[in-house]
């Protein structure tokens, strides 16, 4: 199948892209085709943010997005900002902070309601947006290392790689552009990256860990407009991270726990962190008698303008999170990635006009540099590596000075711009260097297990397909992580998918690694963190994994 334009991910950055052509096509009178793949069984059902949106970007994309009834309904009324203590907190001055820093006039939601709202807006325009069809592979034009598109829509392989009686080959869909936007991590665009050398001369890209739940609270509890995040408690000084929590909509509060992956301790479990900050009172007294609807992890690129890959290769670009453009310090990053897909519109629009095919689209990098997007990324560039040097307090402190003097100075600041130095897996370090940590136990009202907090996140997978989670050497989880690190894939996993179990539990011998690909939720925290970079994630069948509501 020929297009124009062919997009990977149905999330806001593939689809502000798609409309955006088809709004440029429309004004000038023309034709241009353009396909979104979405791996998900429904546009929006592997979204999960926060969410504070920013919809500056909408505003460009759909001026008129109010009376076309996007999904932003509650407007930010108060901001909080607290420093928790293991039982007390001190509130932070909002006037210390930039002016960037603070959240009026944006808006909570839900991102996956915003994503499918966007989805039917891109119909509307003739968009083909196909759900369930998740890309596989990257289709080359060798031996250039051109992408002349992907395949897509295989369905049909057992476990043991036969094709069975539903078997379908799959598509290839060709582009003359093909724009990568599956988020966090992608497959695709690990390949690409890889092959054209994308992140040479930039730092490595830096990753978190978002873990997030919803819930119902009673009416008088519920204060509509609220947003609140914290640091801190439970995390120690040098263990990056901190909270959001939101209420907006039908009495909802979204609460949720990021935690940086370049941590040192292999003992420390992410969702373990955020099951018990829930207990801290300043927490506990906006949940308390409310019921838990949905829960779900996904990483979150924090790396900044410094671990930005070249945003262009021979036949297409990346967009969105597939190149990471979330701005740390605001906890956001739907606003930019929107843009970024504009941009890259705008390029391939212009291009396929003149003639052009397969080529770079280096018009996008260009915009990208005079884009807004880029100097907002400018700068809060040194607010993650100063973290990462000189933790919570005096990082915090440090990053706030740089960002209050780039703004107030034109983007100039005493402090020049700091680089991160190694990978997140790199940062782990032996466990015997370490103690091991003692989590308490889930009390069923605010704290949860990780398989009943799975069940809720709407998590399926044809079980007779192949693992998408894939081994490099399937001795090295028992034969180096065991015994240097303790394994943390069975703690850094947010959904129970890693286990170590023993022929003789009592005497803890007789070690074997297991993978519970079923329960996967796609965050892609195992890509990132292993120790041995020895897991794959690759993607499953199409339509397979979460199904977010409202997240």
């Not at 990208?368 to 100097?375: A, D, I, P």
């Not at 990978?423 to 032996?430: I, L, Q, R």
């Not at 001795?475 to 894939?489: C, D, F, Q, W």
């Amino acid at each position: 199948m020929e297009y124009d334009v062919v997009i990977v991910g149905g999330g806001p950055a593939g689809l502000s892209a798609a409309i955006r052509l088809k709004q440029r096509a429309e004004k000038d009178g023309k034709e241009v085709s353009v396909a979104v793949l979405e791996k998900a069984a429904e546009v929006g059902g592997h979204i999960l943010s926060g969410a504070v949106i920013d919809p500056k970007a909408l505003n460009e994309l759909f001026p008129d997005w109010k009376a076309r009834g996007a999904p932003l309904e509650t407007p930010v009324a108060k901001d909080r900002f607290l420093l928790l203590g293991p039982q007390g907190s001190a509130p932070l001055p909002m006037p210390l902070m930039p002016p960037f820093m603070h959240n009026h006039g944006c808006y909570i939601a839900s991102l996956g309601n915003l994503t499918r709202w966007l989805g039917e807006q891109a119909e509307a325009l003739g968009v083909e947006v196909y759900p369930g069809m998740a890309a596989s592979h990257v289709v080359w034009d060798e031996p250039t290392g051109r992408v002349k598109g992907v395949v897509a829509g295989v369905f049909g392989i057992d476990r043991e790689g036969k094709p069975t009686g539903d078997f379908q080959p799959g598509i290839e869909l060709h582009g003359k552009y093909v724009f990568i936007a599956e988020g966090v991590r992608g497959s695709l665009a690990k390949t690409i990256i890889a092959r054209h050398r994308l992140q040479d001369g930039k730092s490595p890209q830096k990753y978190g860990i978002g873990l997030k739940e919803l819930w119902q609270v009673p009416a008088e509890q519920h204060q509509p407009g609220l947003a609140q995040h914290t640091t801190g408690w439970p995390l120690d000084e040098h263990t990056g991270g901190g909270s959001f929590l939101y209420h907006f909509g039908d009495r909802y509060v979204a609460v949720g726990y990021v935690v940086h992956l370049n941590y040192k301790n292999p003992h420390l479990s992410p969702f373990d962190e955020f099951q018990r900050f829930k207990h801290h009172p300043d927490i506990a007294k906006h949940l308390e008698g409310g019921t838990r609807i949905s829960y779900g992890a996904r990483a979150i690129t924090e790396g900044g303008l410094q671990s930005i890959p070249k945003l262009s290769f021979p036949g297409g670009a990346l967009i969105g999170c597939s190149a990471g453009f979330v701005n740390v310090p605001r906890i956001k990053g739907s606003h930019n990635a929107m843009k970024t897909g504009m941009l890259a519109a705008d390029a391939a629009y212009d291009a396929v006009q003149a003639g052009r095919s397969g080529d770079e689209l280096v018009e996008y990098q260009t915009a990208f540099e005079k884009s807004w997007v880029y100097k907002e990324l400018s700068v809060v560039r040194n607010a993650k590596p100063l973290l990462s040097k000189f933790g919570t307090t005096l990082g915090g402190a440090l990053g706030m000075f740089d960002m209050w003097c780039r703004t107030l100075l034109g983007g100039w600041s005493p402090i020049p711009t700091l680089q991160h130095h190694k990978s997140d897996a790199a940062s782990t370090e032996p466990a015997a260097g370490h103690k091991p940590i003692a989590y308490p136990r889930p009390d069923g009202k605010l704290s949860f297990d990780k398989l009943s907090s799975v069940f809720i996140s709407n998590t399926n997978h044809a079980e007779d397909q192949p693992a998408h989670l894939k081994l490099l050497d399937p001795s090295v989880p028992i034969r180096v992580n065991l015994p240097k690190y303790g394994e943390p894939a069975r703690l850094y996993c947010p959904a129970g998918v890693y286990e170590v179990v023993y022929g003789d539990e009592a005497a803890r011998k007789d070690p074997r690694f297991v993978i519970n690909a079923q329960n996967c939720v796609h965050c892609k925290t195992c890509d990132i963190k292993d120790p041995s970079q020895n897991i794959v994630w690759t993607t499953p069948e199409g339509g397979g994994g979460p199904n977010y509501p409202n997240m």
